[in-house]
């Protein structure tokens, strides 16, 4: 069975700080797929990004980065320079492959995280 | 590029009744699954439809239902409602075509269905 745990319920920084969101998996597959999601106050789940399992390279955007260590199981979120627009709720998700078919199962996400960005 | 829509957006039912969700997923893709989001919590699968058929499914009673047209528009049926089936309903698409398969799921704004 697969999990993922998100274990910071919540997190509170000053606008212009850096601030990390940490993802644990857990999974018996060789080959899955690892997303974070941001869902503003309007409910809307946003994709922010997709690392499949046999990829470890971190990746940057802007002033986002995502740190995946498979010796660790984790997926980490960084934000640098926080900004208010970044106050959301944050979602960890993990899916499997489906077979030989290609696509993907269903997801499991996390419990989220939520962001506070103070000004 | 029209992205995916659900309706209705609110719905107010009362326990026992039976309720249906409708989904239209983005534009060229071909797979839709539903999720629950139960207030404070991450989403939870329920199922996933692929050519029309239910490919595969997560932890929910059979009185959680679907259907997927041709148009690949999906419908999510509750039976029975209970106080505990009211949540955010959100729907999701993405592309499962094979050789193209896409595994990013984009969503839906999501149905607020509250049971009483």
């Known amino acids: 069975a697969q999990k993922v745990t998100q274990a910071q319920t919540e997190i509170s920084v000053v606008e212009k700080e850096d601030v990390t969101l940490d993802c644990v998996y857990e999974t018996r597959d060789t080959t899955y797929y690892l997303f974070w999601y941001k869902q503003p106050p309007s409910g809307e789940l946003v994709f922010l990004i997709r690392?499949?399992?046999?990829?470890?390279q971190n990746e940057i955007s802007g002033r986002y980065s995502w740190n995946f260590q498979k010796s660790t199981s984790s997926f980490n979120f960084t934000i640098t320079a926080s900004q208010v627009v970044d106050s959301a709720v944050y979602f960890c998700?993990?899916?499997?492959?489906?077979?030989?078919?290609?696509?993907?199962?269903?997801?499991?996400f996390g419990k989220g995280t939520h962001l506070i960005i103070q000004p | 590029d029209a992205g995916v829509t659900q309706s209705p957006t609110h719905l107010i039912k009362t326990r026992g009744q039976q309720v249906t969700l409708r989904c239209s997923p983005k534009s060229g893709h071909d797979t839709v699954s539903w999720y629950q989001q139960a207030l404070g919590q991450g989403p939870q699968f329920i199922f996933q439809?692929?050519?029309?058929?239910?490919?595969q499914r997560g932890n929910f009673p059979d009185r959680f239902s679907g259907h997927q047209f041709p148009n690949y528009s999906s419908e999510l049926n509750v039976n029975a409602l209970l106080l505990g089936d009211s949540a955010l309903y959100l729907c999701a698409s993405s592309l499962r075509e094979a050789g193209v398969y896409s595994y990013e799921q984009y969503f839906g704004p999501g149905t607020r269905l509250t049971v009483t």
């Open positions: 439809y692929y050519e029309e058929e239910e490919r």
């Open positions: 690392r499949n399992s046999f990829d470890e």
């Open positions: 998700a993990l899916s499997e492959a489906i077979g030989s078919g290609g696509g993907a199962d269903g997801l499991t």
